[in-house]
């Protein structure tokens, strides 16, 4: 057979591909909800890293702690916000929010979904967990901050990156710089703002931390997407200190509430 | 079966320290021991794998779309192991993260394709591509073994130099921040061929 005719090529390439489309499509079908599954634990793993729960001492994330059981116990209520601090209905912060594309969204000055998840903690506190996404010197970072009761104390923060230096930018997701961040107030001269993090040394101010000697860019990329986010939730932190007693719940929670005050 | 098909890949023609290929992914993948391992499995797998199928169609495959062919059969392995390391060690695929579809791009698999897949037997072939990947994989996991324990103190995760010896702690020691970047790699890979090309002189030129 003349394997270099027209027809012949033609014909070969399309069984192959066709063949190798199905192996792949198969494969991909065969692994979605294993993946899926992986992803999510690491998304719940980083929230509950950000509120220091399944965390060793030092702030190192516990090898041996499970994250998914501990997200069902502790995550109460969920809810997505809009810039004004007024809850969106029918949207899932944990399923529904891409925040890169509220990233986007927040940069154009388009309406966004905001995330927030209100995780009691083991003394019965009530954290308020929200979230935060940004560019950094090489790619994307992002990380979550819980918020105390009083709207203004970072019970802890937690950040990750794609790719950024080793050693240097990369240190952002290490315990010795999340860690500065508990006990931080968000405030910015009297009004709610976010922390920053500082070149040169906080030097003991109660709204900075420390930003990382050698990696000046993705500090600072730190410090903005920060200020950008929480610029977003603002009216929601603000709302919640004049009316304090507005619960933060998810679409279930809301119709159960409703029907108990009736 | 020439027993060269064995030895060759590991030392006189080993793809990194002497035919320089696959470069790129070795200096980027080093920096854990753990990464490292995983990287030289997948492409191992890969190599051996995309060798015994191309050796089994190479008296079918049109000569003018011989390339595309290679590539689509290359590319559907590493798909599959970057999908299988997302369903099973996400960790480890996260850590790797764009590598493992770098793969595609390895010259070393195209390299033993085209030199020795596309004209030999399927279980030579096969062999060949095994060897070549585990030949690259030595040399991954050498300078790796350097990189972490030098740099991090580490050896896949667990502490081998001693806390107690750090400068934090009251010691003496400090880990070498430059092991972790990429340059330190390439210098790291420089030694290894260095040492090579001294123990076996055949390798020197005239």
């Known amino acids: ?262 | 079966m020439n027993k060269e098909i064995y030895t060759k890949p590991f030392f006189l023609g080993n793809p990194i320290t002497v035919l320089v290929l696959g470069i790129c992914s070795s200096l980027a993948v080093t920096v854990q021991l753990k990464g490292a391992l995983v990287m030289a499995l997948s492409v191992t797998i890969v190599t051996a794998c995309s060798s015994l199928i191309l050796s089994l169609l190479r008296n079918t495959i049109p000569t003018r779309v011989r390339i595309i062919v290679q590539l689509v059969v290359v590319a559907m392995f590493v798909i599959l192991i970057d999908q299988v390391l997302k369903a099973f060690a996400y960790d480890t695929s996260k850590m790797l993260s764009v590598y493992i579809g770098l793969i595609i791009t390895n010259c070393i698999i195209m390299g033993r394709i085209e030199a020795f897949a596309l004209g030999n037997k399927p279980w030579p072939s096969f062999v060949d591509g095994a060897c070549n990947g585990l030949g690259y994989g030595m040399i991954l996991i050498i300078v790796a073994f350097f990189r972490e324990l030098l740099g991090s103190g580490t050896l896949f995760g667990f502490q081998i130099i001693p806390a107690s010896w750090y400068l934090e702690n009251g010691g003496w020691y400090m880990n070498n921040g430059l092991m972790i970047l990429p340059p330190m790699a390439l210098i790291l890979l420089g030694c290894v061929v260095w040492i090579q090309r001294s123990i076996q002189k055949e390798l020197q030129e005239k």
């Open chain 1, 1 to 262: 057979m003349n394997t270099n005719s027209n027809t012949y090529t033609v014909i070969y390439t399309t069984i192959l591909v066709v063949i190798v489309a199905a192996i792949l499509a198969f494969a991909s079908s065969a692994l979605k909800s294993r993946q899926q599954a992986n992803m999510d634990l690491a998304k719940m793993k980083t929230i509950m890293l950000a509120a220091n729960m399944g965390q060793t001492p030092e702030g190192n994330a516990d090898k041996k702690a499970d994250f998914m059981q501990l997200y069902n116990d502790h995550i109460t209520a969920t809810c997505v916000i809009d810039a004004s601090g007024n809850v969106i209905e029918g949207v899932d912060a944990f399923k529904d929010v891409d925040l890169k594309t509220q990233f986007n969204n927040l940069k154009k000055g388009l309406p966004v979904q905001l995330p927030v998840y209100e995780c009691t903690m083991d003394d019965g506190r009530k954290v308020n967990i929200v979230a935060m996404y940004g560019a950094g010197l090489w790619g994307a970072i992002w990380g979550y901050m819980a918020v105390e009761d009083d709207n203004q104390t970072v019970a802890g923060a937690i950040f990750d990156h794609a790719s950024e230096t080793p050693g240097l930018g990369a240190k952002i997701a290490e315990a010795p710089f999340y860690t500065q961040f508990r006990g931080k107030k968000l405030t910015d001269n009297g009004e709610f703002g976010s922390v920053k993090v500082i070149k040169g040394g906080a030097n003991g101010a109660d709204n900075g931390v420390d930003a990382i000697s050698g990696a000046t860019m993705t500090s600072k990329a730190v410090s903005e997407s920060l200020a950008m986010w929480f610029n977003a939730y603002k009216a929601y932190f603000t709302n919640r200190t004049s009316a304090p007693e507005q619960p933060c719940c998810d679409e279930a929670e809301c119709a159960e509430n409703t029907e108990s005050n009736e």
